[in-house]
T-cell receptor, first 117, second 115 residues
Framework: AQKITQTQPGMFVQEKEAVTLDCTYD???????LFWYKQPSSGEMIFLIY??????QNATEGRYSLNFQKARKSANLVISASQLGDSAMYFC??????????????FGQGTELSVKP | GAVVSQHPSRVICKSGTSVKIECRSL??????MFWYRQFPKQSLMLMAT?????????EQGVEKDKFLINHASLTLSTLTVTSAHPEDSSFYIC???????????FGPGTRLTVL
């Protein structure tokens, strides 16, 4: 069974500093996709970044980068130069590649990030 | 980017009534739509997966007779909470993807409160 684990319920970071949000996963599939989403208090899910299991380079999107360590089964999100608007819940997710599952996402427990001015 | 809308954004109803939530993909054809439920400070829990023109696949523990899902077209899926009770109060979020697309696009969510 596939599983995503986020062990940091809450994190604090000083404005303009970098922060790493941890995510580990468990799967027996060779092909899988990993996602990070941001959920502000409004509730909307905002896609941040995607990493495919066969991608050799770590994904980057602006201030977001994904530290992908396949052997360790970790996919940590790094946010550089934190901003006050980065305060939100962050979810790591893995796409279930099992045939006939439709590509459903399995989410971790989430990390609540608070950026201090 | 692709846009998914949900309606209503917020609904309050009396216990025992039914509530319908719509999820629409506005600028793409969604071959698959997903319905999630989220309680405060918790993660998203998948309720069901629906493919256009076929019956929804429900996750274990989700009552299919209580949470009716219809995916009648490539741009619309509906979730009907039948005979709602206070414990059904939650944030319901839909997402949609096109075949072959890596990304799921999420709707803004519907906050249901059952009195």
């Amino acid at each position: 069974a596939q599983k995503i684990t986020q062990t940091q319920p809450g994190m604090f970071v000083q404005e303009k500093e970098a922060v790493t949000l941890d995510c580990t996963y468990d799967t027996s599939d060779q092909s899988y996709g990993l996602f990070w989403y941001k959920q502000p208090s409004s509730g909307e899910m905002i896609f941040l970044i995607y990493q495919g299991s066969y991608d050799e380079q770590n994904a980057t999107e602006g201030r977001y980068s994904l530290n992908f360590q396949k052997a360790r089964k970790s996919a940590n999100l790094v946010i550089s130069a934190s901003q006050l608007g980065d305060s939100a819940m962050y979810f790591c997710a893995m796409r279930d590649q099992t045939y006939n599952q439709g590509g459903k996402l399995i989410f971790g427990q989430g990390t609540e990030l608070s950026v201090k001015p | 980017g692709a846009v998914v809308s949900q309606h209503p954004s917020r609904v309050i109803c009396k216990s025992g009534t039914s509530v319908k939530i719509e999820c629409r993909s506005l600028d793409f054809q969604a071959t698959t739509m997903f319905w999630y439920r989220q309680f405060p400070k918790q993660s998203l829990m998948l309720m069901a997966t629906s493919n256009e023109g076929s019956k929804a696949t429900y996750e274990q523990g989700v009552e299919k007779d209580k949470f009716l899902i219809n995916h009648a077209s490539l741009t619309l899926s509906t979730l009907t909470v039948t005979s709602a009770h206070p414990e059904d109060s939650s944030f319901y979020i839909c997402s949609a993807r096109d075949r072959g697309d890596n990304e799921q696009f999420f709707g803004p969510g519907t906050r249901l409160t059952v009195l």
